[in-house]
């Protein structure tokens, strides 16, 4: 494996070598700068909260614009992240029902405009990529800016605001499993100070799982006043229902990745196992917020945000039990018959987030400048759920649906609420124009309802990078990160919080604005991970090691190539758990582009990408269960005349079967099947 991971690298780094300087346009690079033929102008905040360029930030920052993402395919926020370093998507197979992403390792919190999104599992729709100007990762803790910070790193979505620019899209899509949607993206500038925005789509699709359909109704307005050139004002809002299911069944081990001993037929990977008309995962989704930018000179700046979500959820499901005994679930000698669970609920959630930072920029000597970034975020959530809950035996190889029982829901509603604070600081320094130094702290109090713990932490970062002359700037740091977690472990006892530290060296290299190379070593230590067992086991980890290193590249030509490199390898070190999902050591992507110019000023864009995941382990008390590797391609083939474009995007092109995860305590989640689309747009 280690001579696999430097064949990787050595890969990369010619990929690199063989392309040419040019000036880039409108694509990221993958430390969160536009490159234009004026220079770099920064489009990122989630390294530092302010306008930095990314070679003065002493962290890997990727930014991964709405055209590259929708050109590689992605139906899903999840799908963004797949050409990104470090990290792992869709870990455990596409699912309808949840981004999930894993950065170095370890789950990470997806954020909205440098505010936390998700605060409770089942109880909200996924976000909807096409409603987004670009995704960001932070790789590494973030707590200081963003408080209850992930260990491993955020994402960040960068929701679509009106720009002083009339103009738009309206496009309509067919694709696989008799997907149809139409979208629309349009812009109009009222005046020199006023705008408005409207995204949204509408979608009718089934998915590669019978009985689950993908359906979608969202509709995001913004407007935006700049009443004078200090003060710049927006309001958005969010409207979303969605009807969907699972494509996430819980197969079990035996039957699936492994042979069943006492039963030769294999069942279907795709097999549903619930209740046709019953199990569903139906929710709508309301969201209202805002910003607000205020310069007092040219030293001085306020900035305030603020958002409100109010989402229903209804999760109705069936799953077979694996967990009782993953080795054999079986419950007869001719190995069908299995306990099957059917679960229910009825989810209300409740968050409001607010952000408020003052910027001071000033000089302490000639040679040395600084940005002091001055903080105070609050949020408050709360979750409200009833269930129910059922179990029956059924023959898994020829399910009577019709037979299949549903629970009726409890009358009794449990409910979760948290309240956080936090209060932050952070000092940029630049030094005679080449060296800087970033230093932050931050102050967090946590309030968990029904709990008489109150968690407070206080973490820390330190960072400094400096150019050393041709494109070359080493940087080194030290994060911290702070994660209360709102649930109870077995013995009824509230979680503790997840605590985190890591050091990171690197170089980046920007010879010049359009390529930007990237490579980082790191080590984070952590404690109190959530397990979980078998059965509904959930417990907390002692301390866990982290240790990799990461290589990202980019280069981009405008309207004619583009080019993203990726390597990632981490490994994991348990200490005292009978449990442990490790994560491939290796991942490895390549995506390029390349545009041709047509007759009648047409051009032809056709793209390609490879995905590489290494193999998975999974370790229980009863054995360990090894995912092989796998390897996916996706491709692209677009058309762009006038006003209009026509593309194909296919993902898994080679239609490889393969299961993106299967672990000890039972169950095993297959990887998405080919998948095609054909889009239509119109542009004004």
């Given amino acids: 494996m280690k001579n696999e991971g430097m064949m990787k690298i050595g890969v990369a780094l010619m990929a690199l070598a063989v392309v040419q300087p040019a000036w880039a346009d409108e694509a990221q690079s993958p430390e969160g700068a536009e490159a234009s033929k004026d220079g770099i102008v920064v489009t ?62 370890i789950s990470a919190l997806q954020f909205r405009d440098g505010m936390r999104d998700i605060f409770s599992y089942y109880a909200s729709v996924t976000s909807d990529p096409y409603n987004f100007s670009q995704v960001e990762i932070v790789r590494g803790p973030a707590s200081v800016l963003f408080g209850q910070g992930s260990i491993g790193g955020l994402v960040n979505l960068v929701s679509k605001t009106p720009t002083f620019q009339t103009g738009g899209e309206l496009s309509v899509v067919y694709g696989s499993y008799d997907r149809k949607e139409a979208m629309g993206d349009v812009n109009v500038a009222l005046s020199d100070t006023l705008a408005v925005r409207a995204v949204g789509r509408v979608r009718d699709a089934d998915t590669y799982v019978d009985n689950v359909p993908d359906d979608r109704v969202f509709f995001s307005p913004s407007i935006r006043w700049q009443p004078t050139p200090d003060t710049d004002i927006t309001l958005l809002g969010l409207y ?59 030293n001085v700046e306020l900035n305030v945000k603020a958002r409100y979500i109010d989402s229903n959820l209804s999760y109705f499901t069936h799953y077979a039990n694996s967990y009782t005994n993953p080795t054999n679930p079986y419950l007869d000698p001719a190995g069908r018959t299995i306990g099957l669970y059917s679960d229910g609920s009825e989810a209300r959630m409740n968050v409001f987030s607010t952000d408020n930072n003052l910027l001071f920029k000033f000089n302490t000597g000639s040679q040395i400048e600084h940005k002091l970034l001055v903080g105070v975020d609050y949020s408050w959530n709360k979750v409200r759920k009833v269930g129910g809950f059922g179990y029956e035996v059924v023959d898994l190889y020829d399910i009577d649906y019709d037979a299949l029982t549903i629970p009726p829901l409890d009358g009794t509603p449990e409910r979760t609420s948290q309240k956080q604070l936090g209060i932050y600081v952070q000092d940029q320094i630049r030094m005679w124009d080449r060296v800087s130094v970033v230093l932050g702290a931050r102050r967090d109090r946590v309030t968990t309802a029904g709990s008489p713990v109150k968690d407070n932490a ?42 985190g530290t890591q050091y990171e060296a690197g170089v980046k290299w920007q010879p010049e604005p359009n390529t930007m190379l990237t490579v980082t070593a790191f080590h984070i230590k952590e404690i109190n991970r959530i397990l979980y067992g078998a059965g509904s086991s959930v417990t907390q980890s002692g301390e866990i090691t982290t240790k990799g290193i990461e290589f ?27 449990y442990f999902d490790y994560l491939p050591r290796h991942n490895a992507s390549i995506w390029a582009t390349k545009t041709f110019g047509m007759r009648d000023g047409a051009q032809l864009r056709l793209g390609a990408g490879v995905n590489y995941i290494g193999k998975r382990e999974s370790i229980g008390p009863a054995w360990t269960i090894v995912t092989p590797s796998y390897t996916l391609v996706d491709a692209l083939a677009e058309i762009n005349w006038n006003n209009w474009r026509f593309a194909i995007n296919a993902t898994n092109l080679l239609n490889k079967q393969y299961f993106a995860s299967c672990l000890s305590r039972g169950d095993c989640f297959v990887g998405a099947p080919r998948n095609v689309m054909g889009t239509a747009t119109f542009r004004f």
């Fill in 44 to 105: 990122a905040r989630s390294g530092t909260k302010t306008e930095t360029p990314p070679i003065e930030v002493p962290q890997p920052v990727t930014v991964i614009s709405d055209r590259t993402y929708l050109s590689q395919g992605a139906i899903s926020i999840s799908d963004t992240v797949r050409y990104a370093a470090g990290v792992t998507a869709n870990a455990y197979g596409r699912d309808t029902r949840v981004d999930s992403f894993v950065i170095r390792g």
């Fill in 240 to 298: 979303q229902k969605d009807k969907s299911g699972s494509t996430s069944q819980f197969l079990p081990i035996v039957g699936t990745f492994r042979p069943n001993p006492n039963n030769s037929e294999a069942l279907d990977p795709f097999l549903f196992v619930g209740k046709p008309g019953w199990d569903r995962y139906d929710g709508r989704m309301l969201q209202g917020g805002g910003s607000l930018t205020q310069r007092f000179g040219d």
């Fill in 458 to 499: 206080t973490t820390f970062r330190a960072g400094i990078i400096g150019e050393i002359g041709a494109g070359f700037s080493p940087f080194f740091s030290y994060t911290e990160s702070f994660l209360p977690i709102a649930m109870t472990v077995d013995g009824g006892g509230p979680a503790k919080p997840q605590r």
């Fill in 552 to 578: 990202e590249a980019s280069h981009r030509l405008p309207e004619d190539f583009e080019l993203l490199v990726n390597y990632g390898y981490n490994k994991l070190v348990s200490h005292d758990t009978d």
